[in-house]
């Protein structure tokens, strides 16, 4: 069974940084591309990232030049970096991976989400 375990998540003032983590674990064969996705209160979840394996990256507008995602394929770890965060940035963050299990089934799997708040 594959699980994806979020963690970095909390309340910052504007302006201030944090850094998301999120662990994939079970029996996988290979994890190709890997996201961030966000929903706040009354909204729908929307895409902030997503990563392939070999590293090429994509962002939704309102996060480029502040966030950064990158992977460490050996560990099974994905990371997004946020900086100049924004109250608009407050939402609960989840992660998406799109891997082949060890039976080679394709599998999309997210994990539960972690709470990022922003103060003004």
Do not use: H
């Not at 962002?59 to 992977?71: C, E």
Request: charged share 15%; net charge positive.
């Amino acid at each position: 069974q594959v699980q994806l375990v979020e963690s970095g998540g909390g309340l910052v003032q504007a302006g201030e940084s944090l850094r998301l983590s999120c662990a994939v674990s079970g029996n996988i064969a290979t994890i190709n591309v890997m996201g961030w996705y966000r929903q706040a209160p009354g909204k729908q979840r929307e895409l902030v990232a997503t990563i392939t394996r070999g590293g090429s990256t994509n962002y939704a507008d309102f996060v480029k030049g502040r966030f950064t995602i990158s992977r460490d394929n050996a560990k099974k770890t994905m990371y997004l970096q946020m900086n100049t965060l924004k109250p608009d940035d407050t939402a609960v963050y989840y992660c998406n991976a799109d891997l082949l299990t060890s039976t080679l089934a394709r599998s999309v799997n997210w994990g539960q989400g972690t709470q990022v708040t922003v103060t003004s």
